[in-house]
């Protein structure tokens, strides 16, 4: 087995990005307390359901909460006018060949909106179980969607992403016996590398799970909870 | 939309690095088309299923061919562990935190394999749509793999690394029906960003597609076309 290392120079320009971006991300975390809004980030594989999830929820939680969107892809604003149809803002941030969304993306997208009209900001980064891991965005809460058809062994190869992240959200929880898709053994593993992760189980295409998941996400943000604007 | 450009110096950077690629993979391919080895490379987002093809690709090549197989993980050895059952030679190439191989770290596993010995040379990247996309190998073949489960819309997502592969395969085809799969829509993203791309249907789980691509595979390096070693 061979293990690869970056050069000294490459090594000390990542950390000079990676110090700024949690420059840039502490700065909006306070606006967003500031502003009373809780961020969701989401952060995955490409084709895990991150986009069905997120529409789902939106669609849910608009009933009771004001809620916006930005989603990161490198090419396409497709997934902006697929969650447009909730009803809530939607911003796409297109990072042409880079594979995670920065700080400094978030901060640019957000410039004119309002965010004291908002309860909830959900950001999804770019599909990617690698890049995104060491970019703090400013967000509350990172979850980490893993679905059965992946395979339970992904936990243990892309460990630092699922630590990173608050949450695991296993998506496509109805294919879980067309793919025998082994729960213990993916439980291990995200335990192995994250001990203390609740993990929940979801289906954006038949609904289950999603009533659970919403509990827990407007427990963080009841409403009435706002700041008061002046 | 914003589009967000990253900033002189890093560019810089990433060009010296790809241009350094760029001339170790060319003396790679230089040294595998000498010691007569056909090399194939394998991308495609984590759990797409490279892995299972390639453990099942290793195993009806070896009844007629040499193989052996170089695998890149962020961590763990467990993929070189399962392709090891195939009776091929496998090394794992553990990156860390890189997101792709470089033609650096495949000369350096390389270093001691006498490569007249092979007729097939596998290496199966990280699992990323982004990063591999742009590091030559000096493969002979790149494959992109794409399971039916990801949705149909990645190829338009993940424009260079579709555009970089020199043939599609769809995966997990036994599960087209169940996840609702569009092969129409599919193939017509896939042939949006590239053109003239072949495209393959398999599946590892029930065996479907296998000949049809062993049969292409073995079409690029017949019985006894290998250079006579002396």
């Known amino acids: ?21 949690d ?19 989401l952060v995955s594989s490409p ?23 930005l989603v990161g892809d490198l090419a396409t604003d497709n997934d902006a006018m697929r ?6 803002p939607v911003r796409q941030i297109t990072t042409g060949t880079m594979c995670h969304l920065e700080a400094a993306m978030v901060e640019s997208s957000l410039a004119d909106w309002d965010l004291s009209q908002l309860d909830f900001l959900f950001v999804e980064n770019v599909g990617n179980l690698v890049c995104p891991s060491s970019f703090d ?30 949450l695991a959200i296993i998506t496509k929880a109805d294919l879980a016996d067309a793919v025998e898709f082994d729960r213990d053994l993916a439980e291990r593993n995200i335990h192995t590398v994250a001990p203390d992760m609740p ?8 609904g289950m799970g999603m009533d659970e998941w919403i509990a827990l996400a407007t427990s963080h943000r009841p409403l009435g909870t706002a700041p008061q604007s002046t």
Chains 1, 2 share one sequence.
Do not use: C, W
């Open 1 to 21: 087995m061979s293990t690869v290392a970056a050069g000294p120079r490459i090594v000390e320009v990542r950390r000079n990005i990676l110090k700024r971006n």
């Open 83 to 88: 969650l447009a149809r909730s009803g809530s």
């Open 137 to 166: 965005l400013g967000e509350n809460l990172r979850l980490v969607l893993l679905s059965v058809t992946e395979g339970e062994d992904k936990p243990l190869k892309y460990p630092t992403i699922f630590n990173s992240a608050d």
């Open 199 to 206: 993990i929940l189980y979801l289906s954006s295409k038949t």
């Open 47 to 69: 084709g895990s359901g991150k986009t069905a999830f997120l529409e789902r929820t939106l669609t849910l939680l608009n009933r009771t909460h004001r809620t916006a969107a």
């Open 23 to 41: 420059e840039i991300a502490r700065a909006l975390r306070t606006r967003f307390q500031q502003a009373g809004v809780f961020v969701v980030s």
